[in-house]
């Protein structure tokens, strides 16, 4: 397939081109600053609303990665960034696709497992309503922002990304030097669930929706087998060989990282992969500390 992608220099743009390339696709980078890049470019402005149709002619599908790195303090100011990135990026692509004169067949546009806000013990799933706060708020909208290319016909595809394992980047990057110094240990009171999902999973599970016609709207990509966060730290601790004695009470992560601690690391998220368990996906990592173990050799 061709392929026209977003969000390409990013965490998971980085290891899904590669994985594409692989496999014979030809991949092109949607970027707001040409660069170096060995794969052909199409240049575009989500702020400024600049995105040429001619550019976008001519590609079997889209995959939309781009967005705000929302691992940032939220101040009124940062929030705004990370909503707008997601909307106005969003928007454009879609209704950009959606006036081609060839749309493509499919448009993999990411979401997150924020959708479902914080929900204690239930178990969801795709078809599981939204939750409240602003990482809901966030991703409802987001995925709103797509409906142009719904309604031109282009099947879309919103991966809800669960926590993404890797010592690459993301929270486990964040969480190895505490841990190997001994220091890490639950966070809150460490009940909350944490679906959780290994960065090969993520390249795959995006294959997978790119190539199942049986996919479309929210599909949840995280591993079939969640852990509370007591289950992580203690697995975490295992795999590095260190104690996890020393827990992060809810008001110090309020404190250091305010409104984002309560969306990130104490909500609690319990989440079922129906879609991609039921279109046979096969994933490479069920457990979290056999997870753990082969990312971290």
């Known amino acids: 397939m061709r392929i026209l992608m977003s969000g390409s220099t990013g965490l998971l743009g980085s290891a899904l081109i590669p994985s594409l390339a692989a496999q014979g696709h030809q991949v092109t980078r949607l970027v707001r600053t040409p660069g170096n890049y060995p794969e052909a470019q199409v240049g575009w402005d989500p702020a400024q609303g600049k995105l040429q149709p001619a550019d976008c002619e001519g590609f079997d599908a889209v995959v939309h990665l781009a967005g705000e790195n ?30 081609l004169n060839k749309p493509p067949r499919v448009l993999v546009s990411t979401s997150a497992i924020g959708y479902y806000g914080d929900r204690g013990n239930d178990l969801l799933r795709e078809d599981s309503g939204p939750g409240a706060g602003f990482l809901a708020e966030t991703c409802v909208a987001w995925e709103k922002s797509a409906e142009p290319a719904v309604r031109a016909g282009i099947r879309v595809v919103h991966p809800r990304l669960g926590i993404v394992l890797t010592p690459r980047g993301g929270a486990l990057q964040k969480m190895l030097l505490p841990f190997r110094l001994g220091l890490g240990g639950v966070m809150g009171n460490g009940n909350q669930y944490w679906s ?102």
């Open 196 to 297: 959780w999902v290994a960065l090969d999973d993520v390249i795959g599970g995006i294959q997978h929706c790119l190539l199942n016609e049986s996919l479309r709207g929210g599909v949840n990509v995280v591993a079939p087998n969640v852990v509370t966060n007591r289950e992580f730290t203690k697995a975490l601790g295992r795999v590095l060989s260190r104690p996890t004695l020393f827990p992060v009470p809810a008001f110090a992560a309020r404190l250091l990282l305010g409104e984002m601690a309560n969306d990130l690391l104490l909500a609690s998220a319990r989440i079922e992969p129906m879609q991609l368990l039921a279109s046979n996906y096969k994933f490479r990592y069920d457990s979290v500390e056999g997870a753990l173990a082969a990312l971290l050799q």
């Open 70 to 99: 929302i691992a940032k303090r939220w101040t009124a100011a940062q929030k705004a960034r990370i909503m707008n990135s997601r909307v106005q990026g969003t928007t454009l692509l879609s209704t950009t696709l959606a006036k």
